[in-house]
């Protein structure tokens, strides 16, 4: 979570009245050590004006599978567009997104892009996953 949160900022810096909001949801795809996150407490203190009241205290969350990265997909999905603002940039890993975005939208490393909610139905069912090996659903 740590980098995804200096580069939230550093987005921040160019478009400082955007808030930074932690939906935990947003977590890696996978299960590497490179991934598991640090305890809340110390995020608090190194991130001390963010609200990380959504997160666990300690990084505990469930292994990783395609069904649960696909759940968390959903969630974020309906979270978006029920969000009170129109435009919001969302800031997380390659692996997860892979669950997140749109029929053949697949990203790279630092890549960006831009997608809009064109309906309930389409939004659920048009996007792309990679199962644990890598390989498409």
Known sequence: MRRTLQTAFQIQKRYPDVPIEIWPDFREAHDAICNQG???SILQQEFPNL???ECLS???YEPHTSCRASERA???RRRLREHPVNT???VTHRGFIEYLVLEDQIFRN???GYFKFSGNVEAEIQRCG???N???L
């Open 38 to 40: 640090s305890p809340t």
């Open 51 to 53: 609200d990380f009241s």
């Open 58 to 60: 300690e990084w505990t």
């Open 74 to 76: 959903d969630r974020v």
């Open 88 to 90: 919001i940039v969302c």
């Open 110 to 112: 630092c890549e960006v």
């Open 130 to 132: 990679k199962g644990e």
């Open 134 to 136: 890598t390989s498409e």
